[in-house]
């Protein structure tokens, strides 16, 4: 079992940067694949960042390629996302999740946070 809980997000202009982390708790977070997906309102959820059990290995979606960083730490339990030129569109509710995989999928995850509300205003 692992416990997720997303913080860092907030209201930022756009071209502006934030840092969202996710904290675990429970056992084995080295193993767990870890992502990033968000959702927007009326939207479905959209995979955002993906990193390995290592961190030697990271997979972005195609809209935040080049923006966002995904990185982990497994001596704090925790995975953070590093978002640069936050645009508009970034807008949205976004979740760490823990799977076996690392994978774009949500179904490929087990456990999600809450999530953390990022709004990147105009």
């Known amino acids: 079992q692992v416990q997720l809980v997303e913080s860092g997000g907030g209201l930022v202009q756009a071209g502006g940067s934030l840092r969202l982390s996710c904290a675990a708790s429970?056992?084995?977070?080295?193993?767990?694949?870890m992502g990033w997906f968000r959702q927007a309102p009326g939207k479905e959820r959209e995979f955002v960042a993906a990193?390995?059990?290592?961190?030697?290995?990271?997979y972005y979606g195609d809209s935040v390629k080049g923006r966002f960083t995904i990185s982990r730490d497994n001596a704090k339990n925790t995975v953070y996302l590093q978002m640069n030129s936050l645009k508009p569109e970034d807008t949205a509710v976004y979740y760490c999740?823990?799977?076996?995989?690392?994978?774009?999928?949500?179904?490929?995850?087990?456990?999600w946070g809450q999530g953390t509300r990022v709004t990147v205003s105009s």
């Open positions: 429970g056992r084995a977070f080295s193993s767990y694949r």
């Open positions: 990193i390995s059990w290592s961190g030697g290995n990271t």
């Open positions: 999740a823990a799977g076996r995989y690392s994978s774009s999928l949500p179904k490929n995850y087990d456990y």
